[in-house]
């Protein structure tokens, strides 16, 4: 064993994890039943990995449309305008939307990808996260949370989408 692997704790294993997608996807449909078209926005790269998971097991449970998209936020400058390839004319207009990222911490990226949809003049933003850090700058939450972790600002929380997705405390 590295010693980076001794240094590494692992916070959500991958049926943990699985298990956790699993409850977002039934509590997103409980609150979502009477529509007939969900759109998932994925923070690229990891967010919209789980915004995969979730979508695919949101369509399983509910039997409605789901559409999935990718939100191509720069992390480190999120105030950068991008385009959300795909999206049909009209948009997002009147539509329910569920933005998905990896983990919560400032909230900084979340509250700037909601800024650009809401531009979109959504009917409704949901938001999700699998880690909630609870180290909030900006005024925001998520509605559905995997875990919720306290964490010191020094540590890491990583997200791993190999074969089977991990959460890992560095």
Same mark, same amino acid.
């Given at each position: ?9 692992? %916070?959500?294993? /991958? ?9 977002? /996807?039934? *509590? ?36 409605? *449309? ?61 938001? %999700? ?15 559905? %949370? ?8 020094? *540590?890491?929380?990583?997200? *791993? ?10």
């Amino acid at each position: 064993m590295s010693s980076m692997d001794m240094e590494r704790t692992l %916070v959500m294993d /991958a049926v943990t994890v699985e298990r956790k997608i699993q409850r977002i /996807a039934h *509590e997103i449909f409980e609150n979502n039943f009477e529509e007939s078209c969900i759109n998932f926005m994925g923070i690229e790269k990891r967010g919209f990995a789980l915004a995969e998971q979730i979508a695919t097991l949101y369509e399983g449970i509910s039997g409605q *449309e789901v559409k999935i998209w990718s939100v191509p936020i720069l992390k480190r400058n999120p105030m950068q305008s991008f385009q959300i390839e795909g999206l049909p004319d009209g948009g997002l207009k009147d539509k329910v939307v569920v933005l998905v990222d990896d983990v919560l911490n400032s909230g900084r990226t979340l509250i700037y990808a909601a800024k650009h949809i809401l531009n979109e003049e959504v009917r409704c933003l949901q938001t %999700v996260c699998l880690v909630d850090r609870k180290h909030r700058k900006y005024p925001i939450r998520a509605d559905y %949370v995997g875990m919720t972790l306290g964490t010191t600002l020094q *540590e890491h929380i990583a997200v *791993e989408f190999d074969d089977e997705i991990k959460v890992y405390l560095d």
